[in-house]
Each structure stands twice: as C-alpha cells, then as structure tokens.
C-alpha cells in the first residue's frame, strides 16, 4: 500500500504559510495584517493574518473567530476537522517535496498554451459552447434524486454485492463509494441506473453538478447508453481523490476502470484507506482528455504531479494514448503508461478476470518509479 508521510500536527503548523494556504484554498486577496475576509463579503478590513511566536495565525475580528491556519481550512472548505488535516498534509506534503505552491495557482505559461493546442488540433476539439460552460451547483430536483438513489443502495442487501459482483470489485468498494457521495442508483428517465458523481473543482474543494447515469441496453443485441443529468454539463471527469492538489494523478477511459484500480490498490477498503496526494481520474471515453484540460487547467492543475495513463486495450485507447501523452507532457512532472495485456480490453477486464492484489499494485508503481520502496509516494 502507499503510504505516505504522517507528520505531527505541530510539524504540519510550523510547515504551513499563508501564501500556500491562500492558493490552496483559493481565497481572494492576499493574506495580511490588515485585509478584507476571504469568508465571506466585507466592506471594510476586519481579518488579519499574522505571525507570533513563530507561528502563523489567523483573525476575524468581526466573528472574533480565530487560530493557526489549519483552523482557517474548515472555515473555507466547509469541511471537518479530519479533513482539514489531511488536506493540510497533503499540502506541507508537497511543499517538502519541492512541489511548490499547490491546488489554483496551475501552470500558466507556454507549457499550458501549448497543450491546449495541441488537444484543439487533434482529431475532434471540444466545442466552442463546452469551452464556455460555466459550471452552476446542481438543481434541487437533480440532487434529491442522488441521496434517494445513496440511501436505496446502502439500504439493498442485495444490490451492492450484484454491482461487485458484475464488476470483479469487492462489495466494501462499493459501500465506499456510496458512502463518500460519488456512487448512487437514482430513478433516472423511469429506472434506476448506476450513476457516477459529476463534480466541479470550486474555492476549497468541489461543487456537485450532476451525475454520469449508466442505462441498460433497451433491447437484446444492443449496448449500455449513458446520460447527464441534468443535460449539458458535458464531460467532466470523475474523481476520486484531490486532484489539484495531488502528486500522483492515475487516469483511465473510464469510471470502472478507476474503480477497479482503486479496489485492486485496496484504497477503498475502509474509509480512511485512500492515500494522500493520489488522485484517479476517469476522463470519460477516447475523446474526454480534452474537456479535461478544458475544465481543469490551468487553474485547477496540480504544479508538478506525476501522472500514469492506464488506456484501454483497443484501437480508441490507442489513439487516446498518443494524443494525450503529446498534450501531457509538457504539463506533468513525468508521465508514465500501463496498458492492460490482451485479451483483455481495459484495466477493469483484467481486474475482474485475475484480480490484482495491493501488492501487486504496489509492484507496479515501485517498477514505474512513482513510489520508493516503503510505499511512499516519489
């Protein structure tokens, strides 16, 4: 299993700084002695970021609210105490290991512009009306219908293992999964259909605006057909992890296959097994690296992550493969690839046929050089 660095909370504190807190977060402004919240609206300066004792603290004089900068991180992203360590971690995490400032300050330069050329003259661009969505929280109607689909699963005795079984995952993926909001089996267009999360990176963490539903085949001889809900929010990917803030970034074709590498890793076996600093990626399809860039850079790319690409075994994947390892690299500290053996098509046919152990796993990425040989992310 990976396993990343656990650093004393004290040593995380002494580590942190508010330039890094501030684009992490995506706080507006600059952090100062005297300056307008970054919380909330604020006609007049009522926040102030100082140092005493060597250590970085924060003010609201308004709320006479107040702490170290870890303390700054639930007010922003809304989040609980736990989580605000580990995304504090992952953040001094980072920055020890020379990554530099973290989460929206992307790569801006000739690196990026370059990329997005490139995906805008291979094969098919994104359209002009994705490139301009802007993303808006999901409606009432389209979000009640998700937690009624969460709490029909979790409340199944049968439904979770028939989705684990039909997938070659273990039945705690699954539960995972739904109980971290990104799986759910909502009534959509008169059936239940497995749906996967579609979320939109925002200021300090993620916006829900929909989800990716998987319809059975209307009739014998035909294929699965999928759909947004609701329509027009395009093809945002699924992510599982902190993406902009990572320093391993593993991307597959699609939700399965991030699922299946996730449960062959071990990563969703409880709740708190998922690794620091590790984000998977499923860009929805051959074609879905582009709206990746699209809706991901360069505001929300990591600085320096490595990436592995995992395409899929077929004539499509090829393509993706090629295209997207041109538009990648330039803006990735290295990129590697793991292409499933024949006769299986995808990392999630390969799973389900020979299940991979977390340590093979493991094996794996020590053989690509992404982790040393205690686990721990390069």
């Known amino acids: 299993m990976i396993a990343p660095p656990k650093l004393p909370i004290a040593e995380v504190t002494a580590r942190l700084t508010p330039a890094v807190v501030w684009a992490a977060l995506g706080l507006r402004g600059k952090p100062g002695r005297s300056i307008k919240s970054p919380l909330r609206e604020d006609a007049n300066p009522s926040f102030s970021v100082y140092e005493?004792?060597?250590?970085?603290?924060?003010?609201?004089?308004?709320?006479?609210?107040?702490?170290?900068?870890?303390?700054?991180?639930?007010?922003?992203?809304?989040?609980?105490?736990?989580?605000?360590?580990?995304?504090?971690?992952?953040?001094?995490?980072?920055?020890?290991?020379?990554?530099g400032v973290p989460a929206s300050h992307g790569r801006r330069g000739r690196g990026w512009k370059n990329a997005v050329n490139a995906a805008r003259q291979s094969g098919e661009p994104a359209r002009e009306t994705?490139?301009?969505?802007?993303?808006?929280?999901?409606?009432?109607?389209?979000?009640?219908?998700?937690?009624?689909?969460?709490?029909?699963?979790?409340?199944?005795?049968?439904?979770?293992?028939?989705?684990?079984?039909?997938?070659?995952?273990a039945p705690q993926t699954v539960r995972e999964l739904v109980k971290e909001g990104l799986l759910s089996m909502p009534v959509c267009r008169g059936n239940r259909a497995v749906s996967f999360l579609v979320q939109y990176p925002r200021?300090?963490?993620?916006?829900?605006?929909?989800?990716?539903?998987?319809?059975e085949p209307r009739r014998a001889g035909l294929r699965a057909w999928w759909t947004y809900e609701p329509g027009g929010i395009f093809a945002v990917p699924f992510v599982i992890g902190s993406f902009p803030i990572c320093r391993l970034a593993i991307i597959t074709e699609g939700e399965w296959d991030a699922l299946a590498f996730a449960d062959a890793a071990g990563w969703l076996a409880h709740e708190t097994a998922f690794p620091e600093g590790v984000a998977l990626v499923a860009v929805r399809g051959s074609t879905g690296w582009r709206s990746f860039l699209d809706h991901y850079g360069p505001r929300y790319w990591p600085t320096a992550a490595r990436f592995l690409l995992i395409p899929d075994h077929d004539q499509a994947?090829?393509?993706?493969?090629?295209?997207?390892?041109?538009?990648?690299?330039?803006?990735?500290?290295?990129?590697h690839l793991l292409t499933p053996a024949p006769p299986h098509k995808d990392f999630n046919d390969a799973h389900r046929a020979d299940p991979f152990t977390p340590e093979a796993i493991d094996a794996v990425l020590g053989r690509l050089g992404l982790i040393d040989a205690e686990g721990r992310l390069l």
Do not use: T
Request: hydrophobic share 40%; proline share 5%; aromatic share 10%.
């Open 52 to 99: 005493n004792a060597g250590k970085w603290k924060w003010k609201d004089h308004a709320s006479e609210e107040g702490g170290d900068l870890i303390d700054l991180i639930p007010k922003a992203r809304d989040c609980s105490n736990e989580e605000a360590l580990r995304f504090a971690r992952e953040l001094v995490g980072g920055a020890a290991h020379g990554r």
């Open 130 to 169: 994705e490139r301009r969505f802007k993303p808006k929280a999901w409606p009432d109607h389209v979000r009640d219908a998700w937690r009624e689909g969460a709490d029909w699963l979790l409340r199944n005795e049968i439904e979770i293992p028939r989705l684990a079984k039909w997938r070659g995952i």
């Open 317 to 335: 994947g090829q393509k993706w493969r090629e295209e997207f390892l041109v538009a990648l690299k330039p803006l990735a500290r290295s990129v």
């Open 203 to 215: 200021r300090g963490g993620w916006m829900p605006v929909g989800y990716h539903a998987r319809h």
